[in-house]
């Protein structure tokens, strides 16, 4: 239980920094040998908090899963976005949601169907 916890946690931060690097425009391929460091310079959550063999555990774990949602596709030496992701709000529990356009429009907390663009559109 725990530790479906904390793979859901770090699925959440993974698609968050696949975002911001497809977002600015920097890439849509990312190495998978180094989504551990990128991880643990980024996300202070996990720059003292778990060791690298943890850390490449997880990203193995979430890897699989968001390849067999079609999120992202396996090359021999990388990782490719299938789509760009949409950051979402969900209505109901105010989850920010990171979504490409091969899944389903629902929030990943609740599976409430009614997401908004994050930050909202004025």
């Known amino acids: 239980m725990q530790e479906d916890i904390e793979i859901k946690e770090f699925e959440w931060y993974l698609?968050?920094?696949?975002?911001?690097q497809s977002n600015q425009g920097r890439q849509q391929q990312f190495k998978k040998e180094s989504l551990a460091q990128e991880m643990t310079s980024l996300y202070l959550r996990y720059r003292n908090s778990t060791t690298s063999q943890h850390i490449n555990e997880m990203i193995n774990a979430v890897v699989e899963n968001l390849i067999s949602r079609q999120v992202l596709k396996k090359f021999e030496n990388s990782l490719?976005?299938?789509?760009?992701?949409s950051r979402l709000q969900c209505s109901k529990c105010?989850?920010?949601s990171y979504l490409s356009s091969n899944e389903p429009r629902n929030?990943?907390?609740?599976?409430?169907n009614e997401l908004h663009d994050f930050p909202k559109k004025k």
């Open 15 to 20: 698609r968050d920094h696949l975002f911001r």
């Open 80 to 85: 490719e976005l299938t789509s760009r992701l």
């Open 94 to 96: 105010f989850y920010i």
């Open 107 to 112: 929030c990943l907390r609740c599976s409430f």
